[in-house]
């Protein structure tokens, strides 16, 4: 398996992507940014988004992109790495609580949509 790298420039914001490669293919991809937390005062890395086809999921593919983005995260000092996961998604909480991770459970996420957006804007 090889990881490539696309470094992708939308509006204002950076996002990396690592893709996940087997015999030419590309099997999964992880997308993130960083962010900076006023609480720690340092930066950390957002993972937006982990996927895997689900006929690739089970190989180690997903473990594979996810321990490499902590290596990132290690060498560009950020203090944490955070992501979301669909409460549903058992398979996923499951694997993200064997790697250590801890469930923020305090924290609710809030969302404007595109139609808020333009109603508040006027």
């Known amino acids: 398996m090889k990881i490539k790298k696309r470094k992708i420039k939308y509006a204002t914001i950076f996002f990396i992507c690592w893709f996940a490669v087997v015999n030419g293919r590309e099997v999964g991809f992880a997308l993130y940014f960083y962010n900076f937390s006023t609480f720690i005062g340092h930066s950390g890395l957002y993972l937006e988004d982990l996927f895997v086809w689900p006929e690739e999921r ?65």
């Not at 990132?72 to 944490?80: F, K, L, N, P, Y």
């Not at 305090?106 to 508040?120: G, P």
């Open 58 to 122: 089970g190989k180690g593919y997903g473990k594979v992109l996810l321990l490499y983005l902590v290596k990132i995260a290690r060498e560009h000092h950020c203090s944490r790495m955070e992501w979301t996961c669909l409460k549903w998604n058992q398979p996923s909480i499951d694997f993200y609580l064997s790697l250590g991770a801890v469930p923020m459970n305090e924290w609710t996420i809030y969302r404007l949509d595109a139609d808020s957006l333009e109603r508040l804007s006027k």
